[in-house]
């Protein structure tokens, strides 16, 4: 069974920046891509980024084009999601999860729905 541990969250201030991880522990981590979600207080869960196994097809959000990145390190079992220039609504509990595919192309960051789940890291974005 693959487990997900997310970390590197905390509070920064607009325009700062933070580098996420998720860990992964258990066998097949190779075996799926890997997505980034975010829940904002009080709103529905949304993808926010995801990666293939190979770590060379990405999809993004359009909220987050241009200032986030996501990349993976097979070897280590770990996604880092690294987040720039962020804003008040970024704020959130940020999530990493597992799915089979991760579609680069317009509208398949939708298709990835999460199989296996961590239990979150909270992002604060405030002066």
């Known amino acids: 069974q693959l487990q997900l541990v997310e970390s590197g969250g905390g509070l920064v201030q607009p325009g700062g920046s933070l580098r996420l991880s998720c860990s992964a522990s258990?066998?097949?981590?190779?075996?799926?891509?890997i997505g980034w979600f975010r829940q904002a207080p009080g709103k529905g869960r949304e993808a926010v980024m995801c990666?293939?196994?190979?770590?060379?097809?990405?999809n993004y959000a359009d909220s987050v084009a241009g200032r986030f990145a996501i990349s993976r390190d097979n070897a280590k079992k770990i996604v880092y999601l690294q987040m720039n220039t962020l804003k008040p609504e970024d704020t959130g509990i940020y999530f990493c999860?597992?799915?089979?595919?991760?579609?680069?192309?317009?509208?398949?960051?939708?298709?990835?729905?999460?199989?296996?789940w961590g239990q979150g890291t909270s992002v604060t974005v405030s002066a």
């Open positions: 258990g066998s097949s981590f190779t075996d799926y891509a």
């Open positions: 999860a597992t799915d089979w595919v991760c579609n680069p192309r317009q509208g398949g960051l939708a298709q990835f729905l999460g199989v296996h």
């Open positions: 990666i293939n196994v190979d770590g060379d097809l990405t």
